[in-house]
């Protein structure tokens, strides 16, 4: 765990601030062949599941390279900057037509396509029943509360904040700021936990404790998060 400063020994974590994408919900199978094709459907684009799957791994080979993560510096800002930002650089990758791109767009924003952690839901709400205050922070374009509606703890978490709604974005520390005032928890008794050194990793500036999870993840294995459980007693 990375600390912002020395602390004493009697100080506690009385809250816990978590990312989204990669840290609860895996970021690694959002755009899936199936979906894709019934997405496509309802655009009057018919699509095999093979061609879907390619597809995918075209957009995906072209958003993740050098100038897509470029493109994308900034987007998560609002969401009308994520839809121009996500469209333009989905287009350019076959290129598709707006048809096409329109349905993974979709694929890519709906909440039914991120599947939590098997070690998400329990953490959570093991933390809950404990009485921490928990909360999201993360850099995203669009509403990403019905994901966790969906699976049944939307109404554990005392805060949600999102990129897109306040158009600040990590690793500005006077997002991690706000983010700790909506908990109303002093920064240094707030634990943040994420998976990328840069810009979770930044929460130090604004005082907060981090805890940063390795990089390697599947979709099908725990995440790691039971160490918060010993991180916060």
Same mark, same amino acid.
């Given at each position: 765990?990375?600390?912002? @400063? ?35 459907e309802?655009?009057? @684009? ?8 390619? *597809? *995918? ?12 993560l ?15 930002? =996500? ?13 096409l ?12 396509? =991120? ?5 998400? @839901? ?14 999201v922070?993360?850099? *995203?374009? =669009?509403? *990403? ?33 706000l983010?700790?005032?909506r ?20 929460? @130090? ?12 993840r ?16």
């Amino acid at each position: 765990m990375l600390s912002a @400063v020395d602390e004493p020994a009697d100080a506690r974590v009385e809250a816990v601030l978590f990312d989204f994408s990669g840290t609860l919900f895996d970021d690694t199978g959002v755009l899936d062949p199936p979906a894709l094709v019934a997405a496509a459907e309802r655009h009057h @684009v018919p699509l095999g599941e093979r061609e879907a799957a390619g *597809i *995918i791994r075209r957009t995906l080979r072209h958003v993740d390279s050098p100038e897509g993560l470029k493109a994308r510096e900034g987007c998560d800002l609002s969401r009308e900057a994520h839809r121009s930002t =996500w469209t333009t650089l989905i287009a350019e990758a076959g290129p598709f037509g707006p048809d096409l791109t329109e349905a993974l767009y979709e694929c890519l924003t709906d909440p039914g396509a =991120w599947h939590p952690y098997p070690d998400t @839901v329990p953490v959570l709400t093991t933390l809950r029943d404990r009485g921490v205050r928990l909360g999201v922070l993360s850099n *995203i374009g =669009w509403d *990403i509360r019905p994901a966790f509606d969906r699976v049944g703890v939307l109404e554990s978490l005392h805060s949600v904040v999102l990129s897109c709604e306040h158009g600040l974005a990590k690793p500005d520390p006077a997002l991690f700021a706000l983010a700790c005032e909506r908990l109303g928890t002093d920064p240094g008794q707030v634990l943040y936990v994420g998976d990328d050194p840069v810009k979770d990793g930044a929460a @130090v500036r604004a005082g907060l404790p981090v805890y940063l999870l390795p990089s390697d993840r599947n979709v099908r294995m725990p995440r790691g998060l039971a160490a918060v459980l010993r991180l916060v007693r």
